[in-house]
């Protein structure tokens, strides 16, 4: 995928939040035991888990990636954690990063977030958490405890130069209106932008009205299923503008847990099959161009 191929390789290859990145790394340079973790707040596509990654390889530490199900129960901080935190010396220079921390509210959550907050209270090496939104009291409870620096949506000049950049290295083009909308539709989030941008470049996404009207997942899958036409179910598919890889997983998940007689399950899964190959061909040769023909299998 684009996004991936094209993601920051240093930081200065990052777009907007200058200010945001500024703190984080004067936050980095000047760590040191017991300085308060950082969390970055702010909506997703915006660079919150990229900067972590480079700031951490610019100052020479390695990064132990955790998410919001790491960190669900108070059993499961210790079992990844404490070897990390009692055993500084041999790991070398770890830093501990938890994605999408405001996952861990809920009805999921065994004593997850106070024992995360006791680790938080007294760092002994670098610990970054980055989360979309602050709003449950969990998460209230974490920024007692952690420095916070917000990022805001990429403001859509920077978006358009941006992508205009990546579309050049592709060799490629989109109308200026096909660019406005990715750019609209995207409302401040790069990976989406350039993830659409992708599909339409491709063809996996006719450049048209439709091109830009997204579903999600489980109403997308309803909608396929209850198409009255071919090209109705295709257009389902175009709207529903995630990663392919996890459409293919949707759709699989969605067919084995289904009530089918076991002929339609079985062609069904033959379909997702050919899928799941032509999708494997092109991570494997890169040839992009053929995500147009995921849609048609």
């Known amino acids: 995928m684009w996004s991936e191929k094209h ?9 907007g939040n200058e200010e945001s990145r500024s703190a984080i790394i004067e936050w980095f340079a000047k760590w040191k035991k017991g300085t308060k973790p950082l969390l970055l707040i702010g909506p997703p596509g915006i660079g919150k888990t990229t900067i ?29 954690l404490s070897p990390v935190l009692g055993n500084i010396t041999i790991l070398g220079s770890p830093m501990i990063f938890v994605d999408e921390v405001d996952g861990i509210h809920g009805r999921g959550d065994y004593g997850g977030a106070e024992a995360l907050i006791q680790i938080l209270k ?11 939104s602050d709003a449950s009291d969990k998460m209230k409870s974490i920024k007692k405890v ?3 620096i917000s990022f805001k949506p990429i403001p859509p000049r920077l978006l358009r ?6 579309l050049e290295k592709e060799d490629s083009k989109l109308s200026p209106g096909a660019l406005i909308k990715v750019i609209d539709k995207s409302r401040g989030d790069i990976r989406s932008m350039i993830n659409l941008a992708q599909s339409l ?12 009207e997204k579903i999600n997942v489980e109403d997308g ?3 396929f299923f209850k198409a009255n036409s071919v090209d109705e179910a295709r257009g389902v598919l ?38 799941d190959i032509l999708f494997g061909k092109i991570m494997k040769t890169q040839n992009w161009r053929l995500l147009r023909y995921l849609n048609e299998t």
């Open 52 to 80: 972590a990654y480079l700031t951490a390889k610019q100052f020479g530490y390695d990064l132990i990636g955790l998410n919001a199900s790491d960190v669900r129960s108070k059993s499961r901080i210790n079992e990844i």
């Open 201 to 212: 470049v491709t063809g996996f996404n006719p450049q048209t009205e439709k091109s830009f």
């Open 7 to 15: 993601r920051p390789q240093n930081i200065s290859d990052m777009v």
């Open 161 to 166: 130069a941006y992508l205009e950049k990546i």
């Open 146 to 148: 952690v420095k916070t």
């Open 238 to 275: 175009y709207a529903m503008q995630i990663d392919p890889r996890k459409k293919i997983d949707a759709f699989y998940s969605s067919i084995i847990t289904s009530n089918l007689d076991k002929d339609t399950l079985a062609k069904y899964l033959e379909i997702i099959s050919r899928a």
């Open 221 to 223: 899958i309803n909608a």
């Open 122 to 132: 007294e760092p002994t090496i670098p610990i970054v958490l980055a989360a979309n």
